[in-house]
Nanobody
């Protein structure tokens, strides 16, 4: 069992920045895949970004490319999502997710590919 603890959400004006962090409850392995998803009221949970612990490539949803950056802080055993130039449409509950395996193809975009989820952190963007 892996618990994921998120932090860093809050209220920001459009154009501002927020940094989200996700800390797994156990040491992560190189085969783990970590992802961020978000869910706005009345909408399905959608993929935001993903990274593996092995140093593999990162992937982003088209809607956040160039504005969001995901990276690993190995010293702190956390995954960070830096969100810049936030827009009102970015407002959602953001979830950290973990898959204890390498995700192939486009499976990293599917919530069902991830076995563990954080409790979610609210990001509110005022216009």
């Amino acid at each position: 069992q892996v618990q994921l603890v998120e932090s860093g959400g809050g209220l920001v004006q459009a154009g501002g920045s927020l940094r989200l962090s996700c800390a797994p409850s156990r040491h992560t392995f190189s085969t783990d895949t970590m992802g961020w998803f978000r869910q706005a009221p009345g909408k399905e949970r959608e993929f935001v970004a993903t990274i593996s612990w092995s140093g593999g490539p990162t992937y982003y949803a088209d809607s956040v490319k160039g504005r969001f950056t995901i990276w690993r802080d190995n010293d702190k055993n956390t995954v960070v999502l830096q969100m810049n130039n936030l827009k009102p449409e970015d407002m959602a509950v953001y979830y950290c997710a973990a898959a204890l395996k390498v995700l192939l193809g486009s499976s990293y975009t599917h919530p069902m590919s991830y076995a563990y989820w954080g409790q979610g952190t609210q990001v509110t963007v005022s216009s």
